[in-house]
């Protein structure tokens, strides 16, 4: 149980493009979803926080109109990376949780993202 | 002071050896604790929650000491497996959020 998807698995864009990746919860219903990167040799960053119905919170120093999250069921949450740019490439997690923040997260298997 | 400090090793260690691993949190009102193991280019995966009271499960063996701040894990019997990226990851319950150290890296050789 608890089975986080993630799609896609690697991306390759051009600069500029936006790139959407949705994570979503298989087999339980998730009412807290958060958003990674982790850059190559990095610990995994928070970017946000996610509850479903409601707005996402952001870690500071994310752009929330670049990164663009939707959290519009209990089992599917959206992480649009607008005007993507070389910059942006990195390894993207989503995780998610039963229920408030002391439960357990569960990963999905991640989002390689490339800008060109 | 960084929110969560592990050692980057890589700790290099033979089959069948012993390993430990430490880690400081600087969040005195953290209540949760858990140490993931990371593969290379692949997600986080749970290997277990740290309690109070220490816990075991198998080969592993995590402690927390909370007047020291540190949380510790220990591997006995290492295999080729467990060949992997270990994180401890701290609750800061001021900002509702986890927080994952840079990773210890564990390399068991044949």
């Known amino acids: 149980g608890a089975v986080v998807s993630q799609h896609p698995s690697w991306v390759i864009c051009k600069s500029g493009t936006s790139v959407k990746i949705e994570c979503r919860s298989l087999?339980?219903?998730?009412?807290?979803m958060f958003w990674y990167r982790q850059f190559p040799k990095q610990s995994l960053m928070l970017m946000a926080t996610?509850?479903?119905?409601?707005?996402?919170?952001?870690e500071q120093g994310v752009e929330k109109d670049k990164f663009l999250i939707n959290h519009a069921s209990l089992t599917l949450s959206t992480l649009t990376v607008t005007s993507a740019h070389p910059e942006d490439s990195s390894f993207y997690i989503c995780?998610?949780?039963?229920?408030?923040?002391?439960?357990?997260?569960?990963f999905g298997p991640g989002t390689r993202l490339t800008v060109l | 002071r960084k929110e969560v400090e592990q050692d980057p090793g890589p700790f290099n260690v033979p089959e069948g050896a012993t390993v430990a691993f430490n880690c400081t949190y600087s969040?005195?009102?953290?209540?949760?604790f858990f140490w993931y193991r990371q593969d290379c280019r692949k997600e986080p995966k749970l290997l277990m929650s740290?309690?109070?009271s220490g816990n075991e499960d198998g080969r592993f063996t995590a402690q927390l000491n909370r007047a020291s701040q540190y949380i510790s894990l220990l591997i006995r019997d290492s295999k080729l497996s467990d060949s992997a990226t270990y994180l401890c990851?701290?609750?800061?319950?001021?900002?509702?959020?986890?927080?994952f150290g840079t990773g210890t890296r564990l390399l068991v050789s044949p």
């Open positions: 996610s509850n479903e119905g409601s707005k996402a919170t952001y």
């Open positions: 740290v309690y109070s």
């Open positions: 087999d339980f219903q998730a009412t807290t």
């Open positions: 969040n005195s009102a953290s209540q949760s």
């Open positions: 990851v701290v609750n800061m319950p001021s900002f509702q959020k986890l927080v």
């Open positions: 995780s998610a949780t039963l229920g408030g923040l002391e439960d357990t997260q569960y």
